[in-house]
């Protein structure tokens, strides 16, 4: 148990559908990222929230919608999905500026399947 | 960010150490060394990170060469339970926050041989 939940851990969903990813911290960090990992290839970072502000965007693709409410929660809209967008999805949280250097802590995954 | 090399796989005996090689000769002056490990099916865990010094926690000990383009991961008793992909990263700093930019590369698969 890492203080990092995710829900659903696994989700079927087909390309027309919109579905939500959701991920929660208790561990008072301010700081959230999204990660997909694709079969067979290295966890690649989508977005990261600083204190509820979007300060990366890795060149992600529009169907995929973040969304940070507070510290605490991050979302992960999904809709029009393609088969390849089909992997392990993690969130992750950690504190903020810190010099010398912090850990991040992931959740168990959402493993996604675009049918 | 920093790029790192891994050997693909490695064996190790239940009980025995794991010493987990990783090369960084790119690396700058203030970047740190982070290693963490993912079960099968399971998110990323942290296990130890570093600047200069050796490292040592409940989980494992951070080698660090004196040049700082390679390191080695410790686990001193080895259990089935530390059957994992380990991933040597160099963190990037991405954002005025300091918000860290972790490239995970493909790791190492480590197997605990009983």
């Known amino acids: 148990e890492t203080g990092v939940t995710q829900t659903p851990r696994h989700l079927v969903m087909g390309m027309t559908n919109k579905k939500s990813l959701k991920c929660e911290q208790h561990l008072g960090h301010n700081a959230m990222y999204w990660y997909k990992q694709s079969a067979k290839k290295p966890l690649e970072l989508m977005f990261v929230?600083?204190?509820?502000?979007?300060?990366e965007n890795n060149s992600v693709p529009s169907r995929f919608s973040p969304e940070c409410p507070n510290s605490s929660h991050l979302f992960l809209h999904l809709h029009t999905l393609q088969p390849e967008d089909s992997a392990l999805y993690l969130c992750a949280s950690s504190q903020e500026w810190a010099h010398s250097g912090y850990e991040q802590y992931f959740g168990p995954g959402t493993r996604l399947t675009v049918t | 960010d920093a790029k790192t090399t891994q050997p693909t796989s490695m064996d190790c005996a239940e009980g025995r150490a794991a010493n987990l090689p990783c090369n960084h000769s790119t690396i700058s002056g203030n970047e740190y060394v982070y290693w963490y490990r993912q079960i099968h099916s399971q998110g990323p865990q942290y296990i130890i990170h570093?600047?200069?010094n050796n490292e040592t926690n409940e989980m494992a000990s951070l080698i660090i060469t004196e040049d700082r383009k390679s390191s080695t991961l410790i686990l001193p008793h080895a259990t089935l339970r530390d059957t994992a992909v380990y991933y040597c990263i160099v963190r990037g700093i991405i954002s005025n926050f300091g918000n860290e930019k972790l490239t995970f590369g493909t790791g190492t698969r480590l197997t605990i041989i009983p």
């Open positions: 929230y600083n204190f509820k502000e979007q300060t």
């Open positions: 570093g600047l200069k």
